[in-house]
């Protein structure tokens, strides 16, 4: 109690108690150089849960919307010193969210500025802009016909401070930019880097189009890795026999065709009840966000499991052991030898 007392002047030395009791708080406090006036009544047993919160008008007109959060943090808090540390975040997160409501505008040769450089730039490449000119998107087309987007949030003292720029790169993006910068720069940087980014797309889009792609189920512009259905396991010793007919100058598709001497099924070709895709002991496919990934690896069965599904089976049975985090037991369905190396997750 002397510690918590202790504490609580250290962190809120204009908040004092008003009773022998100390059931009863009264003073300020502080957040971004202003004080605030509070009161805070406690019941006997000093338990935050029940104690009041009485706010001057100023916090209380700053705090609105915020009571909800305040009332749970009053709720789960052990005692005053760690409620009123937590009231204190919330009263700086209010303060800078009403900052950013009550900036001032920016001067008019802002907007004057924006509007010449989009009719510079063409008013066919604007998809949006907000009615504070403060968000803008614009749209561009690669070598290959794709559409891209690039979104621009512009500051007030801009062109002084470069814009924040959000793009679907699989690599970041970051602008060159001077006082002297302006859309147009921005765009030429844009476009140079979907040029750069040409040839990877190129082949992403070739092994979204000829294989049936399982993760992600809606790549992005931003993936870097697909997850495909294959038709023949294993391929382990085809990559080995076969990793010398690799040739840069084919595409990756064909060169992983001529590799593994396989053809990838193509979504649109077959139905998914043309592969065992479903886990084998929950018979789902999607499970918390996994698809099967542990294959048994007898030619002959082939079943796919989920981990944590082989995991627990596994665990079950009094023939498997375990060494660190490698499982060793029978498959579910065909009860030859199957190993299990767990990520992580369990242990």
């Known amino acids: ?7 609580l002047l250290r962190q809120c030395p204009l908040l004092l108690p008003q009773n022998r009791a100390k059931t009863v708080y009264e003073g300020f406090i502080s957040a971004q150089g202003r004080d605030f006036h509070l009161r805070i009544v406690l019941p006997e047993d000093l338990q935050m849960k029940n104690a009041r919160l009485l706010c001057s008008w100023q916090l209380r007109a700053i705090l609105n919307g ?22 204190k975040m919330i009263l700086e997160v209010a303060l ?12 008019p040769q802002f907007y004057s500025s924006l509007i010449e450089e989009i009719g510079t730039l063409g008013w066919d490449k604007l998809v949006y802009v907000d ?34 720029c959000f793009v679907d790169f699989p690599v970041s993006f970051s602008i060159s930019w001077t006082p002297q ?15 750069s980014l040409k040839a990877f797309w190129d082949v992403m889009d070739e092994i979204d189009e000829k294989t049936w792609v399982l993760e992600p189920e809606k790549p992005t512009r931003s993936a870097t890795a697909r997850r495909i259905a294959l038709v023949v396991k294993p391929l382990g010793i085809k990559l080995s026999r076969n990793i010398h007919l ?58 796919p499991f989920h981990q944590i599904c082989l ?18 037991g029978e498959c579910p369905y065909c009860s030859k030898p199957i190993t299990l190396k767990m990520s992580g997750r369990k242990s």
């Open 246 to 303: 690799w040739d840069p100058e084919n595409s990756l598709l064909q060169n992983l065709k001529d590799v593994l001497e396989i053809d990838f099924p193509a979504r649109a070709n077959l139905e998914k009840s043309d592969f065992s895709m479903d886990c084998g002991i929950c018979y789902a496919y999607q499970l918390d966000g996994t698809i099967p990934d542990q294959v048994c690896d007898n030619s002959q069965c082939g079943q």
């Open 66 to 87: 915020y009571h909800h959060i305040v009332q749970q943090r009053m709720q789960h808090s052990s005692d005053l010193m760690s409620f009123m540390m937590e009231l």
């Open 181 to 195: 910068s302006s859309l147009i720069s921005i765009y030429g940087q844009f476009l140079a880097a979907l040029e």
């Open 96 to 107: 800078k969210n009403k900052q950013e409501l009550c900036a001032p505008p920016p001067p």
């Open 1 to 7: 109690m002397a510690q918590m007392e202790a504490s």
């Open 311 to 328: 995991y627990e089976w596994l665990r079950g049975l009094p023939t498997s052991r375990q060494s660190f985090n490698i499982i060793f």
């Open 131 to 164: 009615t504070c000119l403060s968000t803008i998107k614009l749209k561009a087309e690669d070598a290959s016909g794709r559409k891209h987007l690039i979104t621009l949030k512009l500051k007030a003292k801009y062109p002084a401070e470069s814009p924040d």
